[in-house]
């Protein structure tokens, strides 16, 4: 059984697309070896953004919470 013949988006190299190929069905193997080889770059925070995203939080739970409990006379 033949496989379909596929054309990359990015390199327009033809590629058989191929069951439990990793990546994109648009994207030949190589192109998608790329992708996953990047890592994802996280945002690493000071210790003053975390205090303020802390105060942030705790202002957030405390409306919330008069909002909910709160008692209407």
């Given at each position: 059984?033949?496989?379909?013949?596929?054309?990359?988006?990015?390199?327009?190299?033809?590629?058989?697309?191929?069951?439990?190929?990793?990546?994109?069905?648009n994207?030949?193997?190589?192109?998608?070896?790329?992708?996953a080889?990047?890592?994802a770059?996280?945002?690493?925070?000071?210790?003053?953004?975390?205090k303020?995203?802390?105060?942030?939080?705790q202002?957030?739970?405390?409306?919330?919470?008069?909002?909910?409990?709160r008692k209407?006379?």
């Open positions: 059984m033949a496989f379909p013949v596929k054309v990359c988006s990015i390199c327009s190299e033809e590629f058989e697309l191929k069951p439990d190929k990793p990546g994109f069905a994207r030949c193997p190589e192109c998608s070896a790329e992708v080889a990047e890592p770059a996280k945002s690493k925070k000071d210790a003053v953004q975390r303020t995203d802390r105060e942030a939080n202002a957030r739970r405390e409306a919330m919470r008069n909002l909910l409990y209407d006379s």
